[in-house]
């Protein structure tokens, strides 16, 4: 019922991502979404520094810091809990076209001990932009760091100052896109 | 073509319920929205009646099956949804509901002009087809409640009805007592005690705003009562303004809704008063805030006035008084071991320590007396508990500026001595290259001077560069000294700012029930073929928004390049109070309406509620 296509995108990108595509059987909703190879492993990785971080800042409190139980037990949860903010999952983006009603993007960007269905319902920031409010949405160039070019896909939205940036792609995904969304 | 239909959840439960009958969803459509289901109904019922438009069966389920059966051959897509209680202001929309009129402040920044290009594309034939299918469904979806009840109304045999004793007692109680004489008496009162306080709160705001002397520029306090004056002015707008809607969610509207056009029906949905009712009692909330919060540091202050006193007395001595005095006469007698100009700085030393002593014994000294300093706090500490600790804080603001105020006049002197040395030497530079400022045509040409002019501008010119620094230190010690009341200043005005502009209610509505501040809404995929609509409340950070824009100002006046700028021009930094702090009063209109105008709309509204 859905087609489901996986694309690596060009070898000279040093993150590779993986594009996933589900469209439903009659065309109404199409979801994009972008997923970084090495995903499980920089999950992994991170996981491994949160819990090494945290283990030696138990160790040192122990040795050189003297705090009753609860005390303790407070810094251990604040080191723990700032570590899993700073180091956290790698973003996955997900871009949703739902036909004549508009364009939702959906970044997910959770914690790293906790299981995907988790962040994906807790973590997730989403935004809608409706149907009369996407003028168009357009592949631009743009300098990045200095002198590369790359292209980038971004939506135009009416009353707004700013595009809203989508991830960077090629040109498959945005023709599939124009025709979902008219 | 895909063809949406609107499921409210509750209707599950309903399906579950008659599992073992054949079903039928009948659902409304209007003109140019999709279908939403209204009820589902046992098939056998509807064989009596038939359906005119705009309602209409859209699906049938047969005992047993696990799927509905739709219509025709085209692919259908089922929305599921919460159905948005109206009666708490529960509502859906597209956009975030704007919590502030930010509409006069903060877009005279944005310049129009690097936006044409823009307009230009979004005017282009190609895009000119607007869809707002999805706007007039959620509008539809808004209503849901009214036109379940229009739909029960009309066909009675669908549904059986059942008689909530208890809240018709409660609304014949309430009947009787809204009839009473004693309510009568109580609402002319109040409509007179109102009317009254508006006219005074306006003629106040009045005179601290009249153009010739602005006192809301200089003083806080004056800030203050202005914002209250305003505050109270515009209660009664409000007042109104929410209590004309408030019908919307006690009776079913009178519009007959079997009407083809939608349109109609727009300006009953909640969204046109919602941010004054929001705005409202989040300005009630925070004054009752202010006065408790005045009330406890008013009496911790007022129990320890004798020790505050002391402390302060030291402090204040010591940075307005022997400090600077100490720096000048340092100043003077080679700082730093920069050999500076001796008879000059002597003479500037001589002259500022002149006015530190004036300002000493007539003003700074008997101010920070021990038993004035206590005096002072106790009337302050009690003011505060009567009047919130806003005002508390706008009085020792303006005390500490007048405290201040020799570090002022020193900072204008100096500046204005560094200044003209500057102008001066810029001038006679051009002099000695030969070349004039030609103030007609505002550029430098080049002029013919005589000998004895060149001459004697040269040896100014010399004898100015060397007494530059000198005054410079001078200037940029006094200048520094100003800085920091400044940012003392700053900072208990952010003090001030944050406890009138707070956005309590709004953030304690999104604790409570996220869905009465909608900013946006959601679809998540629920399984093939079925979307979730939920409403996604305001971002925190959306609704700290003028504070933001409030801190980026002030950095930019105070802090910025271009204020290292005035300072090594000499210029001084002149701020418009009203301005700056013009952001944070967004929440009222710009400027205060007359009680005159609608004052015969009041008095009739309050009685015409029995």
């Known amino acids: 019922m859905s087609i489901i296509e996986s694309i690596s995108l060009e070898p000279l990108m040093r993150q590779r991502y993986s594009l996933e595509i589900h469209q439903n059987s009659n065309g109404g909703i199409l979801r994009i979404t972008m997923v970084p190879t090495w995903n499980t492993n920089k999950n992994a990785m991170n996981l491994l520094i949160v819990a090494l971080g945290t283990i030696t800042g138990i160790f040192t409190l122990a040795r050189y810091v003297q705090l009753s139980n609860t005390g303790q037990l407070f810094s251990i949860a604040t080191i723990f809990f700032l570590l899993s903010l700073i180091f956290r999952r790698p973003t996955m983006e997900t871009l949703t076209v739902l036909a004549n009603y508009g364009v939702q993007i959906r970044k997910v960007r959770g914690l790293a001990f906790l299981p995907r269905s988790f962040n994906r319902h807790w973590f997730a920031e989403t935004e809608f932009i409706p149907r009369d409010q996407v003028v168009d949405v357009v592949i631009n160039e743009g300098f990045v760091r200095g002198f590369q070019v790359i292209f980038y896909l971004a939506v135009l939205v009416k009353e707004s100052t700013k595009l809203r940036l989508l991830f960077a792609v090629c040109k498959h995904v945005f023709s599939l896109t124009t025709r979902a969304l008219y | 073509m895909v063809v949406y239909i609107f499921w409210p959840k509750h209707l599950k439960s309903k399906e579950l319920h008659l599992n073992d009958d054949n079903m039928c969803a009948i659902s409304i459509c209007l003109q140019s929205t999709d279908h939403i289901v209204l009820d589902i109904v046992p098939r ?68 129009k002009a690097d936006y044409k290009n823009f307009e230009k594309l979004c005017n282009h034939p190609r895009y000119q087809s607007h869809d707002d299918r999805l706007r007039r469904n959620l509008s539809l979806l808004n209503l849901f409640d009214s036109h379940h009840e229009s739909f029960v109304k009309r066909y009675h045999s669908l549904h059986i009805k059942s008689v909530n ?405 000499g210029l001084p930094f002149v701020t418009h109070r009203r301005k700056l702090y013009q952001i944070l009063y967004s929440s009222l209109p710009s400027t205060p309406i007359d009680i005159r105008t609608f004052r015969n709309k009041l008095s009739p509204h309050i009685k015409k509620k029995d």
């Not at chain 2, 309602?55 to 051959?73: C, L, Q, V």
């Not at chain 2, 925070?286 to 006035?305: C, E, P, Q, R």
């Open chain 2, 44 to 111: 056998r019922l509807l064989e009596k009646e038939a359906l005119s438009a705009p309602y209409s069966i859209i699906g049938t389920k047969n005992s047993g099956e696990a799927n509905w059966k739709f219509g025709e051959a085209n692919d259908y897509c089922t929305i599921e949804f919460y159905v948005p209680n109206l009666k708490v202001l529960q509502f859906f929309s597209l956009e975030p509901i704007p919590l502030t009129q930010l509409g006069n402040a903060a877009n005279t920044t944005v310049k």
């Open chain 2, 165 to 569: 004793v208890s809240a018709r007692l409660g609304t014949m109680m309430r009947k009787k007592c809204r009839s009473s004489s004693l309510r009568n008496i109580v609402s002319t009162f109040t409509v007179h005690l109102v009317v009254n306080m508006v006219k005074v709160a306006y003629s106040v705001s009045s005179f601290l705003n009249w153009r010739y002397t602005q006192l809301v520029n200089i003083s806080v306090l004056a800030q203050q009562i202005d914002l209250r004056a305003q505050q109270i002015c515009y209660f009664p707008v409000q007042y109104l303004l929410i209590n004309e809607h408030h019908s919307i969610g006690k009776t079913p509207p009178k519009i007959e809704f079997s009407s083809e056009d939608s349109s109609q029906w727009k300006e009953e949905l909640p969204c046109k008063y919602y941010p004054d009712y929001i705005r409202f009692y989040n300005t009630v909330w925070l004054i009752l805030n202010d006065i408790s919060f005045g009330m406890i540091v008013g009496s911790l202050v007022y129990d320890h006035a004798d020790q505050i006193s002391m402390h302060l007395h030291r402090a204040i001595g010591f940075s307005l008084y022997h400090f600077p005095k100490a720096i000048t006469i340092s100043l003077s007698n080679n700082p730093l071991g920069i050999k500076l100009n001796h008879e000059l700085a002597k003479f500037f030393s001589e002259l500022f320590l002149w006015v530190i002593e004036f300002s000493n014994v007539l003003f700074v000294g008997p101010m920070i007396e021990i038993n004035n300093l206590k005096c002072f706090l106790r009337v302050v500490s009690q003011l505060g508990c009567v009047f919130g600790g806003t005002f508390a804080l706008s009085i020792i603001v303006d005390y500490f500026a007048i405290l201040t105020f020799h570090i002022y006049t020193f900072h204008r002197i100096s500046s204005k001595l560094y200044h003209w040395q500057l102008v001066i030497l810029l001038s006679l530079f051009h002099l000695f290259r030969g070349k004039k400022n030609n103030i007609l045509r505002n550029r430098i040409d080049h002029n013919y001077f005589k000998l004895d002019q060149l001459l004697l501008g040269t040896i100014f010119f010399i004898i100015l560069v060397f007494l530059l620094p000198t005054v410079l230190m001078f200037y940029l010690f006094f200048t520094t000294l100003r800085m920091v009341t400044i940012d003392v200043e700053i900072f208990l005005e952010s003090i001030i700012a944050l406890l009138n502009h707070f956005p309590l209610f709004a953030l304690l509505l999104r604790l409570k029930d996220p869905k009465r501040i909608p900013g946006g809404i959601t679809m998540n995929e629920l399984g093939p073929g079925r979307l979730d609509l939920k409403s996604k409340p305001i971002k925190i950070s959306e609704m700290f928004k003028p504070f933001v824009l409030l801190m980026e100002q002030m950095k930019d006046i105070y802090f910025s390049s271009k204020t290292s700028r005035q300072i090594f021009l």
